[in-house]
């Protein structure tokens, strides 16, 4: 089984389709990991272990407060490091279980997220917006975010707020900071 995983990782990125940022860590895990697998966190850790990940923590199951709406959610999440050629890696997966509100009715996100540790991955944080091929919510400065609905294999950009009214969409955070890069993959879905 490991061996099987592995061979699709490598597959993975030797697929074409978007374009690759050159030697980019993160935009390579980001693609193999988190959208090859649809952020499915059973998926993601079956490839991350798979391709020889190591286990940092979980799956741990914890409350999140959303005081925006005065709600709590629950999450089980699992995280998995490793080193390439210096340079750590961390990626991980979750599952988020958002209850109905008087604003919206039950959510469930599938969340993978990569983080270049050690290093800030700017070209592979470009990789990642031009594959998303949207424009960004808003000027966050902590945070650049992308919300869209995929259409014949197309990402299509949807209003923030809009998104509630979907049964599927898929949203992007992009995070860089300090000396560290992150990729947060969103999978939301409204029965």
């Not at 390439?84 to 599938?110: C, D, H, N, Q």
């Not at 975010?145 to 923030?160: L, N, W």
Request: hydrophobic share 45%; proline share 5%; charged share 15%.
């Amino acid at each position: 089984m490991r061996n099987a995983c592995v061979a699709l990782a490598l597959a993975l990125l030797a697929v074409g389709g978007p374009a690759r940022a050159q030697g980019s860590l993160l935009f390579d895990d980001f693609q193999t990991f988190c959208v090859a697998t649809k952020a499915d966190p059973a998926a993601v850790k079956r490839a991350v272990e798979g391709a020889g990940w190591i286990a940092q923590s979980g799956p741990r199951a914890t409350t999140i407060a959303i005081p925006s709406v005065q709600q709590s959610a629950h999450q089980a999440k699992q995280t998995w490091r490793r080193t390439v050629g210096g340079r750590t890696m961390k990626i991980s997966a979750a599952t988020l279980l958002v209850p109905a509100t008087i604003y919206w009715g039950t959510e469930t996100s599938f969340q993978c997220d990569v983080t270049s540790v050690d290093a800030k991955d700017d070209a592979g944080l470009a990789a990642v917006r031009k594959w998303i091929a949207v424009p960004q919510n808003g000027a966050d400065p902590a945070i650049t975010s992308f919300d869209f609905r995929v259409a014949g294999g197309r990402h299509i950009a949807i209003r923030p707020q809009s998104e509630r009214a979907m049964r599927e969409y898929w949203a992007v955070w992009i995070s860089s900071g300090g000396s560290s890069s992150t990729v947060f993959y969103f999978h939301k879905m409204h029965p």
